[in-house]
């Protein structure tokens, strides 16, 4: 039976938004040796140009499989990133100390989202014989969103190998892979920039401008003080900095 | 802490596809008065015409709060039940013994459907502050889907439990409920009939001809099956019989 877990060969779906985190997942999961399926989501989300970024980063890594579905949210209401009567909550976190002002979780907050994209992974995974799927959520300088936690993740990975047809007849395991999952932006960055992932194509902010960088949001807060830390310069076009 | 969980009352969001299991599931968690909001989805099914019938059974039950959803399956491959060009098994099982002839997970099998479908739930739960989700699964009389089994769905609720704000902040607990799991046809038609659901507006059948059930599905034979063994005159129009 073991030897048929996973014999189709390496190959991995890999949840993909065109963001920092997620480009830098996307680019371990190729140097790993993967044949990667990026899956990326249009859910009306107010940071929509993020799938322009996807696409071109795609693109740089020569992926041809980029695959984009379109989610309805629409009767899911309450989030600032699918309702544009909720504004992105702005200088909400101290960039030297996130955790000491940020303790609640913010109205960026989309519920149940990373499941719904999981699910839609775990789906793609089994059509395409895929028995990993990345996801590049991180618990350290984050937002404080439930669905980036270890114990999630775990809880997911036990659910999906009970749920397909692949799993069940021992085609595949699947694995849920966060190599992100115990580094802070700092160190996403550092390993980000060693890996040579395109950084001035990723786009972090929650709130874009004209398509730049609002630099208020708790993603860009976290970004800016990542590639400060990191040392490295910042190739973020912010329409306030 | 206990005081705050589902303090807002019962409500529950309804996993309701207009079928026999669904609707009566529907009809269980009205008479067990919860506050209900029936969930449905449009994925271009190949029975979509379930949805009309849905419709008219949310009417009869006076919910308005009934949503359905769009979702977007073109990229998963390999269903009869979603592509065209994939035909759904007929004749497959044999009625009197259905364990017996059916041992496989046949073509009608949709990857991680319900996984989709709980995420959608779970989120429609979260923002409508529904703690409880039923969903008409059961795993005697079925087709042999792994997303149906009780492990499949006891999993699924301890990782709902981790994904969501509202389970992390102690607001609700999500109860996924089954009340058909471990009920055959027959039982579930008793069920029904005992209840007043109202049996002729229910479809069962995964390749309906001009809207009436082929009769010769999985799906169908199972129906007649159970009619037959609950001494209930079958209101299902068939194209064949």
Known sequence: MADSINASGKKAVVLFSGGLDSSTVLKIA?????EVVPLSFFYNQRHKVELEHAKKIADRFGLKS?????????????????????????NRINAE??????????ATYVPARNTIFLSYALALAEVTLAGDIFIGVNHLDYSGYPDCRPEFIAAYEDMANLATKASVTGKLRYKINTPLINMGKKEIILKAFSINVPLELTHSCYDPVDGLACGLCDSCVLRKKGFGEAGIKDPTRYYKS
């Open 30 to 34: 190729v140097d790993e040796g993967f």
């Open 66 to 90: 980029h695959v984009i579905i379109n989610l309805d949210f629409s009767p899911i209401k309450g989030s600032a990133l699918t309702d544009a009567g909720i504004e992105v909550p702005k």
């Open 97 to 106: 100390n996130p955790h000491e002002t940020a303790e609640d979780i913010p």
